[in-house]
């Protein structure tokens, strides 16, 4: 069974870089499409962005200037930048899979992490 | 981008109750149409993909429908462990986007 495990520190302060890893397990990584997505307390879900196993981006255009993701195919992991955060960053950050592109549009985000509470204060 | 327009915002029915939740997207996407369902303090869990496909281990009470712009989840008997809020998502073209969500309350 795929897992997902989202890691990192839970609290940063504003101005910093928020750093998230999401470990890949039970499955294989290569040829996927690896995403971040994140909700506010009692909000709504929004996405991140997301990078291929070999390292292609695409980004949400509201976070374009400040996001960053790479990908560890040896660990079977990928990564979340985001720089100068501010309090409206903090949210539960959710790693998540998409497994193919069909040339139109994307398949679902089928497996997900549990989550990763990250707060934003000084 | 494409906007995604969920409604209602929140509603209450009964267990046995008939429900329906509508998304509507800013443009067609043809199919590409996704529901989930997030239980309190839990990630989101795939119930329907491509419009109307039932996931696996899903019950056959959840539903999906619709092409182009609108689309409804209907779940045709609620029952007490569907207390959740239940959200669309696209996945047509390049960018990912979510509906805002429906929370479904039992009476």
């Known amino acids: 069974q795929v897992q997902l495990q989202e890691s990192g520190p839970g609290l940063v302060k504003p101005s910093e870089t928020l750093s998230l890893t999401c470990t890949v397990s039970?499955?294989?990584?290569?040829?996927?499409?690896w995403n971040w997505i994140r909700q506010p307390a009692g909000k709504g879900l929004e996405w991140i962005g997301r990078?291929?196993?070999?390292?292609?981006?695409k980004y949400n255009p509201s976070f374009k200037s400040r996001v960053t993701m790479s990908v560890d195919t040896s660990k079977s992991q990928f990564s979340l930048n985001l720089s100068d955060v501010t309090a409206a960053d903090t949210a539960v950050y959710y790693c998540?899979?998409?497994?193919?592109?069909?040339?139109?549009?994307?398949?679902?985000?089928?497996?997900w992490g549990r989550g990763a509470l990250v707060t934003v204060s000084s | 981008d494409i906007q995604m327009t969920q409604s209602p915002s929140s509603l209450s029915a009964s267990v046995g109750d008939r429900v329906t939740i509508t998304c509507r997207a800013s443009q067609s996407i043809r199919n590409y149409l996704n529901w989930y369902q997030q239980k309190p303090g839990k990630a989101p869990n795939l119930l329907i993909s491509?419009?109307?496909s039932l996931e696996s281990g899903v019950p056959s009470r959840f539903s999906g429908s619709g092409s182009g712009t609108d689309f409804t989840l209907t779940i045709s008997s609620l029952q007490p462990e569907d207390l959740a809020t239940y959200y669309c998502q696209q996945s047509y073209g390049m960018s990912l986007t979510f509906g805002g969500g429906t929370k479904v309350e039992i009476k």
């Open positions: 039970g499955g294989s990584f290569i040829s996927y499409y």
């Open positions: 990078i291929y196993s070999s390292g292609g981006t």
């Open positions: 998540a899979r998409v497994s193919y592109f069909d040339g139109s549009g994307y398949s679902p985000l089928d497996y």
């Open positions: 491509s419009a109307s």
